[in-house]
C-alpha cells in the first residue's frame, strides 16, 4: 500500500526522476541553504512554492553550467532586486498618496 503524499510537497525522489536530476545536487542545494527539505517517514520532500525557485537552479547548473557557488551568487542577487522592487513600489505609493 503506498502512502498518501503530504499536500503543497513534492517528493525529491520523483522530482529528481521526472527532471533528471541527481539527488546529491538537492542534498547541495540544502546544506548551501538555497532549499529546504522536510523529511516525512523518511522520505524527502520540498514544498511547492520552492519548486519554482528549483527549476530555475537547476536549469542553472544542468543547462547553462554554473557551479553551485555561481548560483549561490544569482539567487542572492535575484532576491535583492525584488526586494529593492518592492521597496520602490511602497515608495512609489507613498508618493501618489501625498500627490
Known sequence: MKS????NLIAVDEFCFNNNVETSFISLLEQNGL???S???????IEADQLRELERMVRFYYELNI????????THLLQRIDTLQQELITLKNKISFYE
Open 39 to 45: 523529511i516525512i517517514e523518511e522520505t524527502k520532500f
Open 67 to 74: 557551479n553551485l557557488e555561481g548560483i549561490e551568487t544569482i
Open 35 to 37: 532549499i529546504e527539505i
Open 4 to 7: 498518501v503524499q503530504p499536500k
